[in-house]
């Protein structure tokens, strides 16, 4: 997770569509660099192979940077080789911002990213440069499957293989890593933690880790689904190379002999920093939507209540008001319920904003034109009523077993804001003569 690949600086995601198409990549998975600052590792295709017993693996794992994209940490594996004299860190956590069709990819959910080997110093130099923690855990494998993750790493660090279909939360840069040694274990890492619960969720960490942003705090809330709710086993939350540095330090495999043995040996820190570490809660910003929905919905019922005691500015102020957010909010349920048909976003689904934002409040935007020249205001407040009563609709529901999906704080915000429009427009245009 942890390098993009940079020929000129900048980031994708981070606007009004910064917001929906930053999601694609606010899970773990990216350090951007100005140039090619980590040199490759250097071709070691005319060494003789070593034998098993050469071979050294260690599990790296870097700690959240300041960068909305380094809050989630990364990993590597690290595969020292005596025999050839060399310490390699394959690192599944790249993207090309010059990739063909970039931007469309990523809206899209199609992400490719690719894993390539560095040397380890020079990784480990970069982090520091970065303020990043970094920690070593050499990883207890027999000589036979050191050998087999060295042919596994080493093929797929291949122009035919590298790159991959890069999810989020199900295939990023650290289940890779952990898929990786979990091949070469047999399935002794999944059997071990698939079962156990963690009582947390997609939606709780990704939160707990955004909540310093709160703009892709709220994006994060908005976009994603009851889907993201569901609890996940320690399997699961690996996808946080933290969390799976963590949970590999409590699996014991059993060796060819019969004997339980520690997966991971006693880390080993090779830089320290100042950084400070990430949340270990995802806080509650109920009461501040709540607020700003409030405020939000006297605007539009003193508006309204004016235009009914004949100001004359009060219906500039509705109608402008009106239709800012109408349109605002039209176009994010419109690209929401797309994204259920045109988009791989699999956490995006079955998700109950919808009766937040939805297309009808283009249909509202529109109608508010028409009414500032007498015309159809009987469907401007009815098309209001309806916006309210499905914002309504999407409350109750709450009440009912299947939907449950964590969206309080968008449910304050959204709620008293439609409501509030809905009164204020019934009020001024019933008020006024056709």
């Not at 700690?63 to 025999?83: C, M, Q, T, Y």
């Not at 040694?181 to 399935?187: I, T």
Request: overall charge negative; proline content about 5%; hydrophobic content about 45%.
């Amino acid at each position: 997770m942890e390098r993009s690949e940079q020929r000129s600086p900048g980031f994708p995601f981070l606007a009004a569509h910064e917001m929906l198409v930053l999601i694609a990549l606010l899970a773990p998975g990216v350090i951007p660099l100005s140039g090619q600052i980590l040199s490759e590792a250097e071709d070691t295709s005319l060494i003789t192979p070593a034998t098993g017993s050469d071979l050294e693996v260690s599990l790296m794992t870097i700690g959240p940077g300041d960068a909305i994209w380094e809050r989630f940490s990364h990993n590597a594996l690290v595969i020292r080789d005596r025999k050839a004299r060399t310490e390699v860190a394959y690192n599944w956590g790249i993207f090309d911002f010059n990739q063909e069709d970039f931007i469309v990819r990523l809206a899209r959910g199609r992400m490719l990213y690719r894993m390539e080997g560095y040397l380890l110093s020079d990784l480990i130099s970069a982090y520091e440069r970065l303020n990043r923690d970094v920690w070593l855990e050499r990883v207890n494998l027999t000589p036979s499957q050191r050998l087999e993750l060295q042919a596994l790493v080493e093929e797929t660090d291949t122009d035919a293989n590298r790159h991959y279909r890069y999810d989020y939360y199900r295939d990023n840069c650290s289940t890779r890593v952990r898929d990786a040694l979990d091949k070469v274990l047999g399935g002794q890492v999944r059997a071990s933690t698939e079962n156990l619960d963690t009582g947390s969720t997609y939606r709780w960490h990704t939160a707990r880790l955004l909540s310093p942003v709160l703009a892709a705090y709220a994006g994060i809330q908005f976009v994603v689904g009851s889907r993201g709710d569901a609890p996940i086993s320690a399997w699961e939350e690996m996808f946080l190379p933290l969390r799976m540095r963590e949970h590999l330090g409590n699996v014991r495999i059993r060796t060819p002999d019969g004997e339980e043995v520690p997966l991971l040996a006693p880390s080993v820190r090779m830089v320290e920093t100042s950084h400070p570490p990430p949340p270990g809660e995802a806080p509650t910003f109920l009461l501040s939507f709540l607020g700003v929905g409030l405020v939000l919905s006297g605007l539009f019922v003193i508006a309204g209540e004016a235009v009914v005691r004949r100001r004359r500015w009060a219906k500039w102020v509705l109608v402008t008001t009106g239709t800012a957010w109408s349109v605002t909010v039209g176009l994010l349920g419109t690209a929401l319920v797309l994204s259920w048909f045109l988009t791989d976003h699999y956490f995006w689904g079955l998700n109950e904003n919808v009766f937040q934002a939805n297309p009808l409040s283009l249909a509202l935007a529109t109608m508010f034109l028409f009414a500032v020249f007498g015309r159809s205001r009987a469907v401007v407040v009815h098309l209001a009523l309806a916006v309210a009563a499905l914002s309504v609709g999407g409350l109750l529901l709450q009440l009912l077993s299947g939907f449950d999906q964590v969206n309080g704080e968008v449910l304050a915000f959204m709620v008293p804001a439609h409501l509030g429009l809905a009164w204020g427009v019934s009020r001024a245009w019933l008020s006024l003569p056709e």
